[in-house]
C-alpha cells in the first residue's frame, strides 16, 4: 500500500541564490522535516530567499547518512513530507540521499524533485565538447593508484566525460587524465559555475594540467572529450610498450597498463602482453 509521505530531493543554487527554482521556497517553507547536508548553509539559504520553515529541520551528510535514513524513512510512512537539500545542486548526486532514495522506493513511498542548478549540464554545455552523448564519473578516487585504474577503465570510453574534483587535486587528477588519454585529448576546467570568478578553460588536458599545477580554487567540474575511434594508429612494439610504461609509471599494474593499451589501440591483449613480455 502507498503511503501519503512524500520525498522530495529539492535543488539549491551551486552560485548564485537567484538561480534557485521559485518551487525550492515553497517545498521548504512547507516541508514537514527539511533533512539539509549542512544546516548552517540552510539558514544562509532560506535567509536570502526569505523563506521561513516551519517543519523540524535535521542533519544529513556523509558521516550520519546510514543512522538518519531509517529515522526519515518512519517519518515518510507517518505521512510526513520531507524535503532533503544539500549543499549545491541535486541530493544523491555526488551527495547523500541515494541511500534514502533507495529506503523509499522499497516502502512504495512517493519520491519527486525539484529540478534546478546542475555543475554536470552547465559544464558540460559551456565546455565546447560534444554532448550528444555524455556520461558522468563524479569524484574520482584520491589515492592515485586508484584513480589510475579508474581512467584506464575509461581509456575508451567514446562519450564526453564529466567529473567533479577537489581543487587542491585538480592538477594532479589532469595530470593522470593526460598520461591515460593522451596529452591532446581535448577537455575544459570549469570553475566556480554561475559565481563571482567563474571560469572556463579550454584545451588539451596536457596544457590545463600545467595550467593546474601551481594550484586552483573554488569548486571545480572537468569536462573531458570522449576517445576517437581506434585508427591502429602507434602500434609498433616500440609504442605499445612505451604506452605500456606510462601508464605503469602512472601508478597502473602491467595487467592494467596492458589491458588499458589494448583498448585504446585496438591492438588485442594478447599481443600488446606479447610484445611487452618480448624484452623481459
Known amino acids: 500500500m502507498t503511503c501519503s509521505g512524500v520525498l522530495v530531493l529539492a535543488a539549491t543554487p551551486i552560485g548564485r541564490v537567484t538561480d534557485a527554482p521559485p518551487r525550492l521556497a515553497e517545498e521548504l517553507a512547507g516541508a514537514d522535516v527539511v533533512a539539509a547536508e549542512d544546516t548552517r548553509r540552510l539558514r544562509r539559504l532560506t535567509t536570502e530567499l526569505g523563506v521561513e520553515i516551519g517543519g523540524r529541520v535535521v542533519s544529513y551528510f556523509e558521516g550520519n547518512e546510514s543512522a538518519r535514513t531509517p529515522q526519515l524513512l518512519e517519518a515518510l510512512e507517518n505521512g510526513d513530507r520531507v524535503v532533503l537539500v544539500t549543499d549545491a545542486g541535486m541530493p544523491s548526486v555526488s551527495d547523500p540521499g541515494y541511500r534514502l532514495v533507495v529506503a523509499a522506493v522499497e516502502a512504495d513511498i512517493q519520491v519527486t524533485a525539484v529540478p534546478g542548478p546542475s555543475a554536470v549540464l552547465m559544464a558540460l554545455a559551456v565546455s565546447g565538447l ?8 563524479g ?7 586508484e584513480r589510475s585504474r579508474r581512467l584506464a577503465e575509461l581509456a575508451a570510453e567514446p562519450r564526453t566525460m564529466v567529473f567533479f574534483e577537489a581543487p587542491h587535486r585538480t592538477g594532479a587528477a589532469l595530470s593522470a587524465m593526460a598520461g ?3 596529452d591532446d585529448r581535448p577537455g575544459a576546467v570549469c570553475r566556480e559555475l554561475t559565481k563571482t570568478y567563474e571560469e572556463v578553460r579550454r584545451g588539451p588536458v596536457g596544457e590545463l594540467a600545467e595550467w593546474a599545477a601551481d594550484g586552483v580554487r573554488g569548486e571545480v567540474t572537468i ?18 610498450r612505451s604506452a605500456v610504461d606510462a601508464l605503469v609509471d602512472d601508478g597502473l ?14 591492438v588485442p591483449k594478447r599481443e600488446v602482453y606479447q ?6
Open 130 to 137: 560534444p554532448v550528444d552523448r555524455f556520461c558522468f564519473e
Open 139 to 145: 569524484f574520482l578516487p584520491r589515492k592515485g593508484g
Open 180 to 182: 591515460t588519454f593522451g
Open 223 to 240: 569536462v573531458v572529450a570522449g576517445a576517437p575511434p581506434a585508427t591502429g594508429g602507434d602500434t609498433d612494439p616500440a609504442s605499445l
Open 253 to 266: 599494474s602491467r595487467k592494467d597498463a596492458i589491458a588499458a593499451v589494448a583498448k585504446q589501440t585496438g
Open 275 to 280: 610484445v611487452v613480455h618480448s624484452e623481459d
